[in-house]
């Protein structure tokens, strides 16, 4: 104890001595917090659409009126061609185009039917998808309101309606802060704990420390708890700093037990910062192993589950997040956070990030040698 007392004393005077660390700890956070959440959002608006209006009819325009006034699309462009409206597209000035063909009214009242053509640019495959998602329920939601319209109620007969009645849990209002600030606060603890703890060992090899603790009689375990201590005090700091930007800029108050938040980012911040040490001890300059973590680290995050959802995922890539530790802290602090889950939810995410946590820290212990 007194051999890692003495440890711990080195290292946390190295690391205030180093004001670079003190700005990732508490800047760094700080500013992605405020930034990321507003920028991250799934919600599609502002789609430049243009018309083309081949009829220039009262119901063309009732059906323009009403995708116009939605909030979600912008009018570019009201041509009377469909060239003139492809012209838009190809110069990245509309992201739709809606055409409605000649006899459009007519048709629908005296044929009960009528088609329109939406030409959407799939460059980008989400906002295309959503948008041309947004327009076709519009529409069908207008077509509805015409059947309505033109239908003559009797006593005799009648039309039947279903109707629906949406209850959202866990988060009422959608709002998209309140679902992507918990996972980019995983992020975020997992790059500062992760970058860190990568750049340690190597630094003391660079600099030319390490031969000196080396010929001491100090423990290979002793070595790397030295190390993996004082950055697992920091990243529960970190982690404290986001739990209450979370809470005074947005409002977000964990549902669940607090304690038992902090209990598992704990242990996954054991693992995480084995994964550091052991990068550490296989690289010999701190490029090197700012490289490898910085690999790592975006593989964790883009299969983490924040921007793309697991269970969209091919087979393969289901498997590759298995072993992927941020992904269970993302889906924990969510639990947490917005659901109220307890222990007993979270058990096996508990159980599989202890087993990443022994096997990391183990490997780095086994990995680190004293002699070169």
Known sequence: MRTLKFLLQKEFKQIFRDKTIIAMILVMPTIQLLILPLAANYEVKNINLAFTDNDHSAYSQQLISKITSSGYFRLTGYNTSFKESMALIESDQAD????????????????????????????????????????????????????????????????????????????TLLNYNIFMVPGILAILVTMIAGFLSA???????????????????????HFVLGKLIPFWILGLVVFTIGLTLSRVIYGIVPMGSIPLLYC???????????????????????????????????IFVLMGGLFTSIDSMPEWAKIVSRFNPLSYLIE??????????????????FFIISIFALVLNSWAVWNYRKTS
């Open 96 to 171: 739709l185009v809606l055409e409605i063909p000649q006899d459009f009214e007519r048709n629908l009242i005296r044929e009960n039917q009528q088609k329109v053509f939406i030409a959407v640019n799939a460059i980008n495959g989400v906002k295309a998808n959503l948008g041309g998602a947004y327009l076709s329920t519009i529409i069908q939601n207008f077509n509805t309101e015409i059947r309505m319209e033109l239908v003559t109620p009797s006593k005799s007969s009648f039309i039947p309606v279903i109707e629906t009645t949406n209850s959202n849990w866990y988060n």
């Open 332 to 349: 924990v602090m969510r639990m947490v956070i917005l659901k109220g889950s307890g222990f007993k939810d979270i058990r096996y995410h």
């Open 264 to 298: 598992f980012v704990g242990v996954y911040l054991l693992a995480i910062l084995g994964f550091g040490l052991l990068v550490s001890t296989y690289c010999e300059t701190q490029q090197q192993a700012m490289f490898i973590a910085f690999f790592f680290v975006m």
């Open 199 to 221: 750049l340690n060992i190597v630094r003391e090899k660079e600099v030319g420390t390490i031969e000196q603790i080396n010929v001491t009689p100090i423990k290979k375990y």
